[in-house]
């Protein structure tokens, strides 16, 4: 399995991006896939995820702000970002957690100018 992610680049605070992670392969076992944060110095941090029936979660930091999406059919996911803020400056990663273990993509940078 791999994955493919883009989308990311230099936003004004308040603005709105798109990620998209294309995965390629069998994931039909998936358990869930989503989406991870790494800012500069930090750790990296879950943002928000798919189960296998659909349900979407998002941590509370993004709450109302970020929603994650699939298109079963595109083998895509989606991280739409809204009212984005400085704070929200990191490398972001797609995931995909299958019955044989886990998966990342490469990571697109997201930069959020004050």
């Known amino acids: 399995v791999q994955l493919q992610a883009s989308g990311g680049g230099l936003v004004q605070a308040g603005g709105s991006l798109r990620l998209s992670c294309v995965a390629s392969?069998?994931?039909?076992?998936?358990?869930?896939m989503g989406w991870y944060r790494q800012a500069p110095g930090k750790q990296r941090d879950l943002v928000a995820f798919i189960t296998a029936a659909g349900s979407t979660n998002s941590v509370d930091s993004v709450q109302g702000r970020f929603t994650a999406s699939r298109d079963n059919g595109k083998n895509t996911m989606y991280l739409q970002m809204n009212s984005l803020k400085p704070e929200d400056t990191a490398i972001y990663y797609c995931?995909?957690?299958?019955?044989?273990?886990?998966?990342w993509g490469q990571g697109t940078l997201v930069t959020v100018s004050s």
């Open positions: 392969g069998n994931i039909a076992s998936m358990i869930n």
């Open positions: 995931y995909v957690r299958l019955g044989s273990g886990l998966y």
